[in-house]
């Protein structure tokens, strides 16, 4: 394959020069002696923004690119700080321990410099030995940890083992890689910190936020979400960038038998036929796999390469090495050395060294397939050109819808405005488990109602539960020792399903019930480290499964059906032709077979029924938008009964709904875990039947909801007219699984029906025409402080929300935290 071939487009940023400031006036002399002895006479522009906002007592979320010095943007106002006050405290965390340990390693300098007499730092984490958690407690200015950490040791020991001082002294929090704090971490952090402003509150005043994100499109919004505070936001870059290119590949088309196509070569192997010519060339790069497994395989084929007789020269396979998950911190240590020194020349990763951890000067990137997100994208390419030489970017496309999309619309990926990151931070059962943690840290007092919204619906479940008592108009924890380990702040569901080899008995993975049901039903491909498992139990009492490796030539997806039912509408608003609406719904999910699809072509080799559907019902919040009649109609009139007599086959209201979730994604970071689509239960009648509106729901997968819904509701057209592009602009002839999902479904009719979401279109000559109550519209209710515990309760039960039983889903968690109890 001829690597100029497969391009498809090219695009040049033109180098830019630096925009420097002068030492801020009233920085620290001895920091400015620091900064001159390293040759820095001036600073990025943005750098001495920051630092004077953050003078100015401001929140400040920096959102300037990779390698402009952010960093030293949040560094210089904690070091004034403390020089100022020896006993500051500032806690940095960040959402790995690896990035945690690469940056204590660049304060080095610093603390070099200053001495352990004026400024210690410490990294602080599961790994830490406890001789060093002391010395960490009683003398770091500036503790380096991760949420985990912060949830479960810092906050519950508020007032234990030295912890009040750092509590008592705490002037600054740093936030680094905010944008990777989405979904139900972002979710279960915006909680954490609600904590942190209780305990702080109680030994001094609330803290001061600084935060680090990739470019998105509203880092103000999430900032402030997840902090809870009014943040200003710098963004204008003073640092120098070199002249990047960045190069899109197109694998070329399998093709079989009479021209028939299978769909095209995998990103994976253009990469590994890449690599070796890179090294060649003396070329430090970089090289990003969507998986694990992706890794592994990049990895063996670009060696396999190298070591063939006369293959391009002298290139050794010892000269590119893996760096993913599953390696041990000795090994990433090693490796990362290695890149450094320059005894390799690249390495081919996961996004585990998407975070900016420091791995040497590079000159090239390439991506195995779209990351999945633009924030992910720039980060990945933006590891390569920090030492000021041009660079190049590689990005091969892969068989899927984003990919697809970018394929005909390169100008969204560089030019349009970059996605949205969502959290929620008041979801029900999240707030759940913090005000039980919160509880047993401080009692609770109508203060926290500002904090918690929930917090009138929580208190009388856990009074019931005897986990709270009431003691002179305050409530105080009465339950288990330690709340803060009752949930993981990955998540929301409390049940987790492990998977169990079942010829070593080792555990293989562990994910929530939801998840379970989708992935580890018997019969179901599991991939995990680059190994295929076939599972073949799956105990419902127990939470286990149990799987064995697998050598076939396919994997699973599963099928089945679910219902939805609108249990409140909290707006509508119309949208191009049709309405757009959010709210609550029901979902009720069945898993009643899966489908098995072959590798690379994604042919479908049959479907398989379980023995015992998988049920899975809860409430979230959904986006909705009603389908058009003439589509409903023309749509219904291409169904066909299957062989039990249901109206299922020939079903274009999956391509409809396929093409509009993969648009939906593409607005707000979310991933096939977070939000899905359902087209409502009455639009599988066939010809003849009369029914009202048929709905398209976009719903969160999380009970209770993260917010993505809400997201998607306010930028519906965006996400219409994106999945008309993806349709329209993907390669295929007739129709496949990149664009709307299935071989089977006729393109052209999908994309009349995306179509007609934008204004009415005849339907298409070759289909047969046959012509086949908006909810209330209702706020959800304000929460102000109120004068008593009983005035709140009171206006809690006035407001209750009709259609959701928010006590009943309280105690099911709690009891799903103490099971057999």
Sequence with gaps: MDINDMIIYKKTIDAKQAEYAALPADLNPEIGEFLWRDGIREIYSHQAEMFRLAQEGKHVVITTATASGKTLSFLLPVLQEILKNPRTRAIFLYPTK???????????????????????????????????????RKSANIILTNPEMLNSAFLPNHSSYGMDFIFANLKYVVIDELHSYRGAFGSHLANVLRRLDRVCAYYQDSVQFLCSSATIANPVELAEKICGKPFVQVSRSGAPS???????????????????????????????????ELVEKKHSFLAFARTRRNVEVILKESRDRMEQAGFLGAVRPEQIAGYRGGYTPLERKEIERKMISGELSGLVSTNALELGIDIGKLDTTLLAGYPGTKASFWQQTGRAGRSGGPCRNFLVLANQPFDQY?????????????????????????????????????????????????????????????????????????????????????????VR????????????????????????????????????????????????????????????????????????????????????????????????????????????????????PLQKDYDTESAWITIPANVTDAFRNLLQPNATGQWTLNNHFEGLAHALRNAAMMSTMASGEDVDTMVSNDALIP??????????????????????????????????????????????????????????????????????????????????????????AAQKPDRTLPASWEEYFAETEKNREAGRDKAGKLRRRLDEMHPGE
């Design 98 to 136: 690896a990035l945690a340990s690469d940056q204590y390693r660049a304060l080095q300098p610093f603390l070099e410099y200053f001495g352990a007499n004026r400024i210690v730092a410490g990294v602080y984490d599961g790994d830490t030995p406890p001789a060093k958690r002391r010395e960490i």
């Design 687 to 776: 010809q003849g039947a009369v029914s009202g509106n048929v709905y398209l729901f976009f719903y969160d997968k999380y009970v209770g909801g993260l917010g993505y819904a809400e997201k998607i509701c306010d930028v519906m057209e965006t996400v219409i007219d994106n999945a008309i592009r993806l349709v329209a602009g993907c390669a295929c002839k007739d129709g496949c699984p990149a664009c709307v999902g299935d071989y089977t479904l006729d393109k052209q009719m999908v994309l009349w029906g995306l179509k007609n979401l934008r204004e009415e279109l005849p339907v298409p000559k070759t289909v047969k025409q046959y012509r086949g109550s908006t909810e209330p």
């Design 242 to 276: 070199p002249k990047k290119e960045y190069l899109l590949l197109q694998p070329p088309v399998i093709q079989g038998k009479n021209e028939v196509e299978y769909g095209r070569v995998s990103p994976a192997t253009v990469a590994a036929g890449m690599i070796p």
């Design 497 to 612: 399903y492990k998977l169990l080899n079942r010829e070593t008995g080792r555990e293989i993975t562990e994910m929530d019930e939801s998840q379970a049901y989708r992935e580890l039903h018997p019969g179901a491909v599991y991939m995990h480290d680059g190994v295929l498992y076939e599972v073949l139990t799956l105990d419902l009492t127990s939470h286990t499964a149990q799987a064995a490796p697998f050598e076939g030539d396919y994997y699973t997806i599963p099928a089945g059906n679910g219902e939805s039912r609108i249990l409140r509408t909290f707006r509508t608003e119309p949208c191009l032709r049709t309405e757009a609406a959010f709210g609550d719904i029901n979902v009720n999910e069945w898993v009643t077979m899966f489908k098995k699809l072959q590798f690379h072509n994604h042919q479908n080799l049959g479907y398989v029924q379980l023995e015992e």
């Design 406 to 494: 970018i394929a005909v619309n390169p100008d969204w990926l560089f030019e349009s405005e970059s996605e949205h990151a969502i959290v929620d931070p008041d979801n029900l059962l999240i707030q759940l488990s913090h005000i039980r943690a919160a509880a047993a840290e401080l009692p609770l007092s109508l203060e926290d109602t500002k904090r918690f919204p929930d917090l009138g619906e929580v208190i009388p479940v856990l009074l019931s539960a005897k986990e709270l008592e009431n003691i002179s108009g305050k409530f105080a924890w009465s339950g288990s020792a330690f709340p803060a380990g009752d949930y993981s702040l990955r998540n929301i569901d409390k």
